[in-house]
């Protein structure tokens, strides 16, 4: 017996290294999305989307200073950040009041006022370049229109009033005229149009009959980055830049560069017109970076918010 309790004994101390061992730890997952990058007017910070801390807020990265600040924390879906002209305030959209509305926030963060108080959806909102109107798009009519409304949410007008949905409107440089996708001509896709800041005037700009869509101003006018899907690419869209000057498109960003191209934005030009950030899907991976390229698709960097560097273009 006293044999059997010395092995028992024996065979404790051989196991209880093992059986005070901690368990193993979990895997912290490094990965989370960037997206809607949208360039300062001086070219120096980028707002953009994250869900790096668990809910998709809006972030700023000041590529010179090499920092990121976090900007919304209402615990609700923030999305698709824009500048006003003098870089002082940022509109963004927000459902935090269950509904999309377009809220207005100063460039710290301070201060977010909701500017549209309707059930409907209202989300895609740009600041004209004096800062005095925005222009979205919203359902509020059971269709989507394009809208223009002062910079403190007062005297909301319908520009488009067509069947079809109208949407994703960006100014051009001068003010005078506003980009939008439509499917007013009977397609299922989305074309492009330019209309008059009244609404009149409306020009279809590239006539193709594949979808092109989320389309934004260079900020010399000189050219217009878009969407182009093509329905045997698996609807991964590529990124065209439209020579205003020659009226003739280029490719910029293919299609096989990345797994995804995110085109629910439109491209984010920086003020030289040389450049534009887009967000992406790199092969291999699970979740979304930011990339920056110059016009013609070539010199491109992925970009990281943390540790931006302005020079490094």
Not at 69 to 96: A, C, K, M, N
């Amino acid at each position: 017996m006293k044999r059997l309790s010395t092995i028992f004994v024996a065979l404790l101390f051989m196991c209880s290294p093992l059986l005070s061992m901690p368990a193993a730890a979990e895997p912290v997952l490094a990965c989370f999305n960037d997206t809607h990058p949208a360039i300062s007017p001086d070219g120096l910070s980028m707002l953009f989307v994250s869900d790096r801390a668990g809910n998709q807020d809006i972030y700023l990265s000041n590529m010179q200073a090499r920092s990121i600040r976090q900007l919304t924390f209402s615990g609700s879906r923030e999305s698709r950040p824009s500048w006003s002209g003098d870089g002082s305030q940022i509109l963004f959209d927000s459902d935090r009041y269950q509904s999309d509305d377009i809220f207005v926030m100063t460039v710290d963060g301070s201060d977010q006022r909701r500017l549209t108080k309707n059930p409907a959806v209202d989300m895609f909102a740009k600041f004209s370049p004096d800062s005095t109107e925005i222009v979205f798009h919203s359902d509020r009519n059971e269709d989507r229109e394009v809208f223009i409304m002062n910079s403190d949410g007062t005297d909301v007008r319908n520009l488009t009033k067509t069947p079809g949905r109208d949407g994703v409107a960006s100014w051009s440089p001068g003010g005078n005229s506003i980009l939008f996708h439509s499917t007013r001509t009977g397609y299922l896709h989305f074309q492009l149009y330019e209309m008059d800041v009244d609404g009149k005037n409306v020009q279809r700009i590239i006539h193709s009959l594949e979808p092109e869509e989320h389309a934004s101003f260079s900020p010399d006018a000189h050219h217009i980055a878009y969407y182009r899907e093509h329905p045997e690419r698996l609807r991964n869209a590529e990124i065209y830049v439209l020579d205003r000057r020659t009226s003739r498109p280029s490719l910029a960003v293919p299609h096989d560069r990345y797994a995804k191209i995110g085109e629910y934005a439109p491209p984010a030009w920086f003020p030289d017109s040389r450049r534009f950030a887009f967000w992406a899907t790199d092969h291999g991976a699970e979740c979304s970076s930011i990339f920056i390229t110059d016009v013609n698709g070539k010199n491109t960097v992925k970009f990281d918010p943390d540790w931006a560097n302005f020079s490094m273009m």
